[in-house]
């Protein structure tokens, strides 16, 4: 079955700077897709950014990209610039494509915190 | 095009009563994901459907629990008998045809906050 991973709880960094949120996932398939969301204090999901794994190139949305190391099987969000709308948790999500069911499975989060 | 609607936002039920959630998917949308968060806890699948059929039940609770997506109508997640376990923030997200338009992802709703005295 497949696991989603994210070791840091919580991080924090500091407004314009520059952070890294850490993702890894276990897989034996080769057909999926990677997601990270937001979720701010409001709790609405928003997608922040997606990569799918037959493409090497790694994703990229404004001062949102991603480090997509499929070997490894690593998914890391580096946010740019960071603002106070930042904060929130953010969750990676795996889906399946090879099987057909398409399901999502999302990591435990972890809470960004911005300081001004 | 109004995105993910749920209803009702809260809800609250004593012990044993039934709570029914609704989701409308949004529109040209014909998946349904239901989710189930606990306070400080990430997503926890439990339901995928597209219109009359569940496609895979495997994160809901055998007993207690149901969930439709009928032709017409929005889709209801059913929790019968509720406990105080149950309550949970629990979103609904939907798709287009992931086969289709696998470049798409799940939009979500804004959740429903089930309280359950």
């Known amino acids: 079955a497949q696991t989603v991973t994210q070791s840091q709880p919580e991080m924090s960094v500091q407004e314009a700077e520059t952070v890294t949120l850490s993702c890894t996932y276990d897989?034996?398939?080769?057909?999926?897709?990677l997601f990270w969301y937001k979720q701010p204090p409001s709790r609405q999901m928003i997608l922040v950014i997606r990569?799918?794994?037959?493409?090497?190139q790694n994703a990229t949305e404004n001062r949102f990209s991603v480090n997509f190391q499929k070997a490894a099987k690593s998914f890391s969000l580096k946010i740019s610039d960071s603002q106070l709308g930042d904060a929130a948790m953010y969750f990676c999500?795996?889906?399946?494509?090879?099987?057909?069911?398409?399901?999502?499975?999302f990591g435990t989060g972890t809470r960004l915190k911005v300081l001004a | 095009n109004a995105g993910v609607m749920q209803n009702p936002r809260h809800l609250v039920r004593r012990r044993g009563q039934e709570a029914r959630l609704r989701c409308s998917p949004m529109?040209?949308?014909?998946?349904v994901y239901w989710y189930r968060q606990l306070p400080e806890e990430g997503l926890k699948f439990m339901v995928y459907?597209?219109?009359?059929?569940?496609?895979?039940e495997s994160g809901m609770p055998k007993e207690r629990f149901s969930a439709e997506f009928p032709k017409e109508g929005p889709s209801i997640l059913r929790i019968q008998q509720v406990v105080r376990g149950d309550s949970a923030a629990y979103f609904c997200?939907?798709?287009?045809?992931?086969?289709?338009?696998?470049?798409?992802?799940?939009?979500f709703g804004p959740g429903t906050r089930l309280l359950v005295l």
């Open positions: 999500a795996y889906r399946s494509d090879e099987t057909g069911t398409y399901k999502y499975i």
């Open positions: 897989t034996s398939e080769s057909d999926y897709y």
């Open positions: 997200a939907s798709s287009p045809h992931p086969a289709r338009q696998p470049q798409e992802t799940q939009y």
């Open positions: 529109k040209g949308h014909s998946h």
């Open positions: 459907l597209q219109k009359e059929n569940i496609i895979d």
């Open positions: 990569q799918e794994a037959y493409k090497q």
